[in-house]
């Protein structure tokens, strides 16, 4: 059984007159260890998929198995209990809270579950060395670099050793060289066998990941690896598909 599976998933939203059909009968498994990107235009679905992927928001139809439990029929509480134990979660604006230091916002998640203050402190404090950030766990978040500030995120992210990590354009605020660190950061994190799921919209991050899914209005995107051209896959054919049909059952004959 996969860590996440999705089935015939839709998010329709109404607005008045409009219906917006922001997921349309998604589809599909993210297996344990996977480290895979979603990828598509502004307004195709990407955050709405992992919103919904990540337990902050529920599907209008269709049924979602996280890590064996039918997410789809959980209540509210429930839902805050599962993304607060199985969860991690890192934004492209970072969300730290400006009036806690590093160390203190590292800790949040440990508070809501419930964690005595010295293990609390003792668990930021290695998650704050894995990303290099130890050094300025006594700092505002106002006082650090838009890399640290996000490193620090990344910390908060993994404190609780949550099943899957969910980054959405998690480089988008940052400079192309801060940017380049942190997805560093990523492939390390990968490497240690965790699940992480990277949205974005730039097929340059896409294709730091083994496997990609493409979202277009809505819909996951036939072949989506075909499009990032020269990856991790034999170039296009330039045959006409009929005439390549031709040859492979040609082939097939021997
Ligand atoms: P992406 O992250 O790929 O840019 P989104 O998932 O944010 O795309 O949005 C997908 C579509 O759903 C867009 O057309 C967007 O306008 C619409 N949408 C997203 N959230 C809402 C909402 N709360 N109410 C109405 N429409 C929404
Ligand atoms: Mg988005």
């Known amino acids: 059984m996969a860590l996440v599976e999705l089935r015939n998933v839709s998010k329709i939203y109404r607005l008045g007159e409009e219906v917006i059909r922001a997921l349309d009968d998604i589809s599909l498994d993210i297996e344990q260890g996977e480290f895979i990107s979603i990828i598509g235009p502004s307004g195709s679905g990407k955050s709405t998929l992992m919103h919904i992927l990540g337990c902050l928001d529920s599907p209008t139809q269709g049924t979602i198995n996280l890590d064996g439990v039918m997410i789809q029929a959980a209540s509210p509480r429930q839902l805050a209990a599962i993304r607060n134990r199985k969860i991690g979660f890192v934004f492209q604006f970072f969300n730290l809270l400006s009036k806690l230091n590093v160390l203190q916002n590292v800790e949040l998640p440990m508070i809501y ?3 005595p203050g010295k293990e609390r402190r003792q668990r930021a404090m290695a998650a704050l060395e894995a990303v290099s950030l130890a050094n300025r766990a006594k700092h505002r978040p106002s006082q650090l670099s838009g890399g640290q500030q996000q490193r620090a995120a990344i910390a908060r992210a993994l404190v609780n050793s949550p099943r899957i990590v969910f980054a959405d354009e998690p480089t988008g605020n940052l400079d192309s060289h801060t940017g380049e660190a942190i997805l560093q950061l990523f492939r390390e994190l990968s490497a240690d066998g965790r699940t992480m799921v990277l949205v974005t919209h730039d097929p340059e991050i896409a294709a730091v990941t083994p496997r990609r899914i493409e979202i277009r209005d809505g819909k ?11 990856l991790d896959r034999p170039p296009r054919p330039t045959t006409a598909p009929a005439v390549q049909a031709a040859a492979q059952s040609v082939g097939s004959g021997c």
């Not at 996951?220 to 020269?230: E, F």
């Open 220 to 230: 996951v995107a036939a072949k989506a690896d075909s499009t990032l051209a020269g």
């Open 113 to 115: 579950s419930g964690i």
